[in-house]
T-cell receptor
Framework: AQSVSQHNHHVILSEAASLELGCNYSYGGTVNLFWYVQYPGQHLQLLLK??????LVKGIKGFEAEFIKSKFSFNLRKPSVQWSDTAEYFCAVTMNSGGYQKVTFGTGTKLQVIP | DAGVIQSPRHEVTEMGQEVTLRCKPISGHNSLFWYRQTMMRGLELLIYFNNNVPIDDSGMPEDRFSAKMPNASFSTLKIQPSEPRDSAVYFC???????????????FGPGTRLTVL
């Protein structure tokens, strides 16, 4: 069965520190990859997505992610975090399953940025 | 577009009562998802519709849960009878799927916070 792993459950950083959140998936076929962010008390919103082409994807608010096919990874990065980046981050993978989409979310990583 | 609309935003009910959550997806989207989010279990996919047809309901916890999508602009998630362990935030999301091609991102509604006493 397909799975998505986010190994960091809770990350605490100081403002201006660099961020990298890991995401690994298990599926050998073609995938679409997403990172979503959920700010406290809000719903999930799209940060960035990868369908094809340049494996380095830039999203909103200075976030980027790199798709490394050989490692089945899609790690999220930001060079310098801000207090307002405090949120929960979800990696999601969508794949074709019998002609329909099969979407799997990771368990999420809670990021706390300390001023 | 107003985005995905969910109602009610908050629901407090007593154990044993029937609860109905409602969702209006974004116009033109052909896929609709119901999720449940709790501190203990995180984000769980309950059921997924494509063109109003349930495709994957393997995440529905038990027979007390049922979901319908009578048309492209409306879906319900019903819990009968409700139990305290059903307390969670229930999100509805919609997206547009290009058949066997790319699957676009999901747009989430604001969620319904359900408390079962």
């Amino acid at each position: 069965a397909q799975s998505v792993s986010q190994h960091n459950h809770h990350v605490i950083l100081s403002e201006a520190a660099s961020l990298e959140l890991g995401c690994n998936y298990s599926y050998g076929g073609t995938v679409n990859l997403f990172w979503y962010v959920q700010y406290p008390g809000q719903h999930l919103q799209l940060l960035l997505k990868y369908f094809s082409g340049d494996p380095l994807v830039k999203g909103i608010k200075g976030f980027e992610a790199e798709f490394i096919k050989s490692k089945f990874s899609f790690n999220l990065r930001k060079p310098s975090v801000q207090w307002s980046d405090t949120a929960e981050y979800f990696c999601a993978v969508t794949m074709n399953s019998g002609g329909y989409q099969k979407v799997t979310f990771g368990t999420g990583t809670k990021l706390q940025v300390i001023p | 577009d107003a985005g995905v609309i969910q109602s009610p935003r908050h629901e407090v009910t007593e154990m044993g009562q029937e609860v109905t959550l409602r969702c209006k997806p974004i116009s033109g989207h052909n896929s609709l998802f119901w999720y449940r989010q709790t501190m203990m279990r995180g984000l769980e996919l309950l059921i997924y519709f494509n063109n109003n047809v349930p495709i994957d309901d393997s995440g529905m916890p038990e027979d007390r849960f049922s979901a319908k999508m009578p048309n492209a602009s409306f879906s319900t998630l019903k819990i009968q009878p409700s139990e305290p362990r059903d307390s969670a935030v229930y999100f509805c999301a919609s997206s547009f799927s290009h058949g066997t091609g790319s699957y676009n991102e999901q747009f989430f509604g604001p969620g319904t916070r359900l408390t079962v006493l």
